[in-house]
């Protein structure tokens, strides 16, 4: 198993370079860049909201900026500044190695418009992400495996058919239309406002109890949390059913029946530890889809300030520091948590081992 984990560990690297050299090379062709953004916005044709303003950039570079706005154009030592200032005055090739020698040490840089170190604001937005993520994740588990077992019991019934159409129409309903229903009906749309609809926390909480601030938190992740949850809930209770489906025709379980075993204790105590090893040993990887792919569009609706709408305005905004540190870190995060999934199916069942040929 260590020879094993070691070349997966090696592995990282050529996965991890290739990721990363694929994305720098398309926004190498991608229009936009922070350079053209400051130049539009120094001739008074663009705007780069929330950034430095066009007069506070002239006055930056030494106030003679704002005598080259107009249709005159920029002087080309201002353009000159300009690409010094974001460092792009380097050749492509030689901007990547940089990047990949500070990289290696999670030199990340600072971002480009919020005079902050890359790794500063993704430590300050993680909280956000890992809360919704993971209680989603467990969410979706807790309710996911008691309904796919009960299914498996009770598979071709009416109660099996029905919950399947439910988890079904589930799953097809996209979170973010989940989610803006869920406002319009619960926080304050056009009905009830029984939920708040911004952040995690209310604005007075710092002053309350550790009880309330943590019934605070939980009232403001409901919503949230249920618009993620409900399109996760079809995959893994069908996985679920089927699992235990498999497992229950195998010949072991007739066996115990013959011997006089309860369907409980036949269910329970043989059936379950084979049927959950795809289920228990998915587990990194299902967080790892839920934190990095599904949160976008949920924290925008919901006004939280996480790593998904930090990179969302990143992208926008053509902030490369940004967006090339969460990039590093969500790959870095995903190949690890693969390599933990592989572990943990050696840890639920002792047989499986994959220097095995």
């Not at 229009?31 to 663009?46: N, R, T, Y």
């Not at 971002?111 to 989603?136: A, E, T, Y």
Request: proline share 4%.
């Amino acid at each position: 198993m260590a020879a094993y984990l070691v070349r997966r560990l090696l592995l990282v690297i050529p996965t991890l370079f290739g990721i990363i050299a694929i994305n720098f090379v398309v926004v190498q062709f991608a229009p936009g860049g922070p350079v053209e953004q400051m130049i539009a916005e120094l001739k008074g044709h663009g705007q780069v909201g929330g950034r430095i303003s066009g007069q506070g950039a002239a006055e930056a570079m030494g106030g003679d900026a704002a005598l080259y706005r107009g249709a005159r154009g920029l002087d080309p030592h201002v353009v000159a500044d300009i690409k010094r200032m974001f460092g792009f005055d380097k050749p492509a090739p030689v901007r990547f190695a940089h990047m990949l020698r500070d990289y290696l040490r999670f030199d990340f840089g600072r971002s480009f418009f919020r005079d902050r170190s890359v790794i500063g604001l993704i430590l300050q937005k993680m909280p956000v992400s890992v809360s919704l993520g993971l209680w989603s994740t467990l969410l979706v588990y807790f309710v996911s495996i008691p309904l796919g077992i009960a299914k498996a019991v009770r598979d071709g019934s009416r109660f099996d058919v029905a919950t399947s159409a439910a988890v079904l129409v589930g799953y097809a309903v996209p979170g973010f239309l989940l989610a803006i229903l869920l406002v319009v009906l619960f926080a304050g749309g056009s009905f009830v406002q029984w939920f708040p609809l911004r952040g995690l926390t209310s604005m007075d909480s710092a002053h309350w109890s550790f009880a309330a601030r943590a019934g605070d938190y939980l009232w403001h992740m409901v919503l949230p949390t249920i618009a993620m949850v409900v399109g996760g809930f079809a995959s893994l209770t069908m996985l679920t059913k089927n699992c235990f489906l498999e497992e229950i025709r195998k010949q072991y379980v007739v066996t115990a029946r013959a011997k006089g075993a309860s369907e409980t204790r036949i269910l329970y105590r043989h059936v379950f530890r084979n049927a959950m090893l795809l289920i228990i040993a998915g587990f990194p990887a299902a967080f790892i889809s839920i934190l990095f792919s599904s949160a976008l569009l949920v924290e925008i609706i919901f006004s939280l300030d996480g790593l998904g709408l930090l990179g969302f305005n990143a992208a926008i905004q053509r902030d490369y520091p940004v967006m090339f540190g969460t990039l590093y870190i969500f790959t870095l995060l995903g190949l690890l948590m693969q390599i933990v999934g592989d572990v943990m199916y050696t840890i639920v069942d002792p047989r499986i081992d994959f220097e095995a040929r």
